[in-house]
């Protein structure tokens, strides 16, 4: 699991589709769910031959041991104590993410942005 975890991040972030984080609005507080965290979170269900499922993905991120959550932001530190990473979340940032690499009208082809992560 740690060589393919180790891949796996190394791949996301020489592929630089990391950028992406740029092109997502800011908020009052950062996200909890980093882009890269999200990628790394559906490679490893695609790999442990999950479902494309946003679940399946919150459910591979939570399972990880206690210090890969922790480095991933998958448990951060919040002013009232730990926060462990909701479906929720999970969500929310993959909705980000799509529309960020969305066209401003569809037609059937896809965003510069979503050719150069491909």
């Known amino acids: 699991m740690t060589d393919d975890l180790d891949r796996i991040e190394e791949m996301i972030d020489v592929s630089g589709v990391t950028d992406i984080?740029?092109?997502l609005p800011?908020?009052?507080r950062p996200r909890q769910l980093r882009i890269t965290t999200?990628?790394?979170?559906?490679?490893?269900?695609?790999?442990?031959?999950?479902?494309?499922?946003?679940?399946?993905?919150?459910?591979?991120?939570?399972?990880l041991p206690e210090p890969?959550?922790?480095?991933?932001?998958?448990?951060a530190r919040w002013p009232h104590g730990e926060h462990r990473l909701t479906y929720r979340q999970v969500e929310y940032t993959f909705d980000r993410?799509?529309?960020a690499?969305?066209?401003?009208?569809?037609?059937?082809?896809p965003s510069e942005q979503l050719q150069d992560v491909l």
């Not at 790394?40 to 946003?54: H, K, P, V, Y």
């Not at 890969?68 to 448990?75: E, K, M, S, T, Y």
């Not at 690499?101 to 082809?109: C, E, N, V």
Request: net charge positive.
């Open 38 to 63: 999200l990628l790394i979170g559906m490679t490893l269900a695609a790999r442990a031959g999950r479902q494309a499922f946003l679940t399946d993905v919150h459910t591979t991120l939570t399972a």
């Open 101 to 109: 690499l969305a066209k401003d009208t569809p037609d059937g082809t």
């Open 68 to 75: 890969v959550q922790r480095r991933l932001g998958v448990i």
């Open 21 to 23: 984080e740029l092109l």
């Open 26 to 28: 800011t908020g009052v």
């Open 97 to 99: 993410l799509t529309s």
